[in-house]
C-alpha cells in the first residue's frame, strides 16, 4: 500500500511539474508574440514558413521565421535578444 502511494504522489509531482512548465512556455509565447505584433504587426508568409520583420528589408532589419506563427515570433524574439546583448 505505502508503495502504491508513493508512486501516486511521484505521479502528482510530474504532472504539476508538466502543468507548470506548460504555463511558464505559454508565458513566454505570449510575451514574444506581443513584442513581435508591437514592432512588426501582423506576421507574413514567406513561401512555406511565416515571417515577422522589423525593418525596411532582411539584411537590415530583425526578423524571424518558422513554420508557424508562434515558432517565427519565438525566432524573431531570440534574434532581438541577441541583438540587444550585442549592443550591451
Not at 505584433?37 to 514567406?46: A, I, M, Q, R, S
Not at 521565421?65 to 550591451?88: M, P, Q, R, V, W
Request: glycine share 8%.
Amino acid at each position: 500500500m505505502k508503495d502504491y502511494q508513493e508512486m501516486e504522489s511521484s505521479q502528482r509531482q510530474y504532472q504539476n511539474i508538466q502543468e507548470h512548465t506548460q504555463k511558464m512556455e505559454n508565458g513566454y509565447e505570449f510575451h514574444a508574440l506581443k513584442i513581435a505584433n508591437e514592432l512588426c504587426g501582423v506576421p507574413k508568409k514567406d513561401g512555406n514558413e511565416w515571417c515577422f520583420l522589423w525593418g525596411e528589408n532582411i539584411q537590415e532589419g530583425i526578423c524571424g521565421f518558422g513554420e508557424t506563427i508562434i515558432c517565427a515570433c519565438i525566432d524573431f524574439y531570440e534574434n532581438l535578444s541577441k541583438l540587444k546583448e550585442e549592443i550591451k
